[in-house]
Structure formats: structure tokens, C-alpha cells
Nanobody, 120 residues
């Protein structure tokens, strides 16, 4: 059974940075597409960034220039470096595996999420 465990969330002030991690079990990050999604209170879950097998990345417009998705094959871990955080980045962040770009419905495996709170 594939397991994805996120960590790294927390509370920061606007302008700050966080790095989220997602450790995968029974899934090899270098051999499968992965993505980060987020869900703000009262809103639908939306794609933030994705990375495919060759390493091509896609970002939501809101994340471009501020967030970076990457993976460490040796640690079998997916990351999301988030800089210049804004209050609107607040939400639960989820790691997902085996899907297509940032299309939520295509992803087969999900983590439990890590909470990010950005205060103004």
C-alpha cells in the first residue's frame, strides 16, 4: 500500500518561508508523477505544483516565482519550497502521487496533509 507522509507545515508571517516534505513508501518518487495540492477553508482542493518522471514541473499561477517543487531520489522524498508566503497561501497542503500534472481527479494516492498558516 502506498503511503505518503507530509511534514513541514506551520505558522509563519507574510514574507516568510516554509519547506514541505513528503516521504513516500511503496512508491518510488523518481518513477512516478507527483504533485502538491492545497485546500483553504471553504474552498476546493487546488493544484499548486507537479513534477513528472523526467523532472518537468508545472506551477499554478499563484505559485510561480515563489514555490519550487523538487524531489530527492535517494530519500524518496518530494519537497515544496515556499518563499514570500502570503496570507492567501494558508491552507492544508497535500502530497499526491500517480496522476497527471495538477489535475486532482487523476491522482491515485494522497497524504493526510500538513497545515500552513500565514499571518499578515
Amino acid at each position: 500500500e502506498v503511503q505518503l507522509v507530509e511534514s513541514g507545515g506551520g505558522s509563519v508571517q507574510a514574507g516568510g518561508s516554509l519547506r514541505l516534505s513528503c516521504v513516500a513508501s511503496q512508491y518510488t518518487v523518481r518513477y512516478g508523477p507527483m504533485a502538491w495540492f492545497r485546500q483553504a477553508p471553504g474552498k476546493e482542493r487546488e493544484g499548486v505544483a507537479s513534477i513528472d518522471i523526467p523532472g518537468n514541473t508545472i506551477y499554478a499561477d499563484s505559485a510561480k516565482g515563489r514555490f519550487t517543487i523538487s524531489r530527492d531520489n535517494a530519500k524518496n522524498t518530494l519537497y515544496l519550497q515556499m518563499n514570500s508566503l502570503k496570507p492567501e497561501d494558508t491552507g492544508m497542503y497535500y502530497c499526491a502521487a500517480e496522476g497527471v500534472t495538477t489535475v486532482r481527479a487523476t491522482y491515485a494516492h494522497w497524504g493526510q496533509g500538513t497545515q500552513v498558516n500565514v499571518s499578515s
